[in-house]
């Protein structure tokens, strides 16, 4: 990992250009009072923003732990170059006009070649990005405005994009950011580097990363892991797909998966918790600081309105949270402050009588927190404060924070709105251990990701290659090559004209299917034909197929459900293994699930048991049960052919997998390999 202490903790910073930005640099160093040195660098100008310039880099009185670059794409490298000589500490490149932008110019890839060149071992940020702010120790590399203040504790944010910095920056949530790094185009350092930086200083609680695209797998996979030994939980808004996973792929397996799904099974081996909007990022960085990880998903929610009490139960619909049923203590407790008259439940509407009354306010939102409650949601929403009087609030904000104190459980006030939880309230709750969220949804959607449990340890993933030009295997081939991993296939026979498989159709016995070879979706190409019943069949069927060669193939009777097993190469996120209804079910329901291969045979029968047709797979409603062990086996054989063939393997799919009362028989078989 490379050491970015120096240049995020610099004693000394070099600003390169006499434009705006670089004037912008030097006033958010003053503002932020940075209290090193500052050195700016131009080659006429006298001064800038008050501060005497030097003429060349050569002249300031020794290398700069950091240097902000703000000039064109073609200075850059040459500074770059020039301060990697000088044994710079790092830089931040703003300048754009590099790799993101090769579909416009052809020389831009060359050009982010050459910036890593100039650089050599020197760390540098970008380019096509904006730098850092470091709130806790008070620098920052940053051309323009930012709205945080200096904290002493708080969580670490990485994002791809500047703009999007920019406006977490000005967030009015009360969330602590202690530092704010955006990583551009990834020439050099990746979001990886950043992170594994930011964990170990232990002022920051809890890593937020925007990911447009993962650069380095492994890197990627050993922050999860620093993560899981330091107790610090990331958590990730992941945006875009991924092109690479969907070039050259021709099965159902590649559209199932997408990006999409192979970032959830990667985030989800490693026990990353991704979130998929802003708020609910923020929230639940904010969350974590303050309560560190949930200890269930058991959510308890107080208000003074049954319609708030229904829109929590309504909101929390789909997510993987629950609102347990009030034990007996809750119920005795809640009876001797709301008295009769209160219907007592979960979510709770506690009624307006008790308002004011900061004591009773206290006793009853006490007594519904609980051991066995993760987090409580205490419903409040404020006046604003420029029409309005807010004072007749200030009980409820006592009230909360007191019934923090008391139960010494995780507390949030929650406003259904936004704008009706003004900040300097937030900031008071969030000083006394009470969390403040900014939305109902947003609040289910925190606890939800804070609750996540990582893995006891994270197993290696299967590395993928970068792709070589890849050739589809005929069928019978493919089914050989399986077979010799322990895969079921039907016994069959191939030819090479309609007269062969005529010949060879007794080899098989009738019913028989014939397969021509050579499609990759043979249904759509009208290359298959079911239940043949005698040779003058398959001469007649044989001669319609636009194929050279052909498979006969015994026809599985034995059939309880069938299912898709497939695997894709994603460069970005691993070999990708899908399970799925298959057959004719694969495109009409979607039922699939995804996992990063190595996977151990308990998780994928766990994998099975979430998809909806696992209720056939175990015999619905009386009906005879697939064999689970010959399904799991099967899907043991392709993962164990992936893992010997992981250089040549660019993606699998047995669809149908034809499950039956004693074998899982691979029926169809697609195999594409370099």
């Known amino acids: 990992m490379k050491d970015l202490n120096r240049l995020f903790k610099p004693k000394s910073i070099a600003v390169v250009g006499g434009g705006s930005w670089c004037e912008s640099v030097i006033k958010q160093l003053k503002k932020i009072k940075f209290n090193g040195e500052i050195w700016p660098i131009h080659p006429k100008r006298e001064s800038i923003s008050g501060i005497k310039t030097f003429k060349n880099l050569t002249d300031m009185p020794y290398a700069p732990d950091a240097t902000f670059i703000g000039v064109n794409r073609f200075q850059t490298i040459e500074i770059v170059k020039e301060l990697s000589k000088l044994g710079a500490g790092g830089a931040v490149c703003f300048a754009s006009g590099f790799l993101e932008a090769k579909t416009e110019d052809t020389d831009a890839e060359d050009l982010q070649q050459k910036l890593l060149k100039a650089a050599k071992h020197m760390p540098i940020l970008g380019p096509n990005c904006y730098g850092f702010i470091n709130y806790l120790d008070g620098v920052l590399l940053w051309p323009d405005q930012h709205g945080g203040i200096r904290v002493k504790r708080g969580v670490g944010i990485i994002t791809q994009s500047s703009n999007i910095a920019i406006n977490i920056s000005m967030q009015r949530r009360a969330l602590p950011i202690a530092a704010l790094v955006t990583a551009g185009n990834q020439a050099q350092i990746d979001i990886a580097t950043i992170g594994s930086n930011l964990l170990l200083d232990d002022r920051i609680t809890a890593l937020g990363i925007h990911i447009e695209g993962i650069k380095d797998l492994s890197a990627f996979e050993e922050l999860a892991k620093m993560a899981l030994k330091l107790k610090k939980r990331i958590i990730v808004l992941k945006v875009g797909l991924s092109k690479q996973a969907q070039l050259a792929t021709v099965s159902h397996t590649a559209s199932l998966t997408g990006t999409d799904a192979g970032a959830n099974a990667l985030f989800e081996r490693l026990g990353v918790a991704r979130v998929r909007n802003l708020p609910v990022f923020l929230e639940t960085l904010k969350l974590l600081h303050v309560t560190g990880p949930l200890k269930s998903k058991n959510l308890a929610s107080v208000s003074c309105s049954g319609g708030e009490a229904s829109l929590v139960a309504d909101l929390a619909y789909g997510h993987e949270v629950a609102f347990p049923e009030l034990n007996d203590r809750q119920v005795n407790d809640l009876r001797k402050v709301l008295g009769p008259m209160v219907a007592l439940a979960n979510p709770l509407d506690y009624h307006t009588y008790i308002w004011r009354d900061t004591k009773a306010m206290t006793l009853a939102w006490s007594a519904i927190m609980d051991p066995n409650i993760a987090l409580t949601l205490l419903i409040l929403d404020f006046p604003r404060t420029d029409r309005c009087d807010a004072s007749d609030w200030q009980c409820a904000i006592d009230a909360a924070i007191l019934s923090k104190k008391n139960t010494n459980t995780n507390v949030a006030v929650v406003a259904t709105l936004p704008e009706l939880l003004p900040e300097e309230f937030s900031q008071k709750l969030i000083m006394s251990g009470v969390v403040p969220i900014f939305g109902i949804e947003e609040a289910i959607s925190a606890a939800e990701a804070a609750a996540i449990k990582p893995p006891k340890s994270i197993k290696p993933i299967l590395k993928p290659l970068s ?51 050579g499609f990759a979706h043979k249904t759509e190409a009208n290359a298959v034909v079911l239940n043949i019943l005698s040779k003058e069949q398959v001469i007649k069927d044989a001669t319609r197929i636009d194929s050279t ?12 459900v069938e299912l898709l097993v497939g695997v894709v190469r994603d460069p970005a996120h691993g070999f990708i293994l899908s399970i799925a209804a298959g057959g004719t079910f694969t495109e009409l329901i979607k039922d699939t699930t995804s996992l990063i291969i190595p996977v151990e045979r308990d998780e994928i029968l766990t994998a099975l048991k979430n998809l909806r047709i696992y209720n056939l797979v175990k015999g619905y409603r009386g009906h005879s049960k697939a064999n689970l062990d010959a399904v799991l086996d099967a899907i043991m054989s392709i993962q164990r052919f992936v893992v010997d063939n992981s250089n040549s393997t660019e993606e699998i799919e047995i669809n149908p997998l034809i499950c039956g009362r004693e074998k899982a028989i691979a029926a169809d078989i697609l195999l594409r390999r370099s």
């Open 467 to 517: 792709s070589k030009k890849t050739q589809l295997i005929p069928e019978g081939k493919a089914k050989e090559i399986l077979s010799s991993y322990g895969l079921e296939i039907p016994k069959s026979t191939r030819a090479n004209s309609p007269g062969q498989a005529a010949n060879n159709a007794s080899k098989i016995g009738f019913p028989l299917a014939l397969k021509g070879e």
């Open 549 to 560: 060669s052909f498979l006969l193939e015994e026809m599985i009777t034995d059939n309880i």
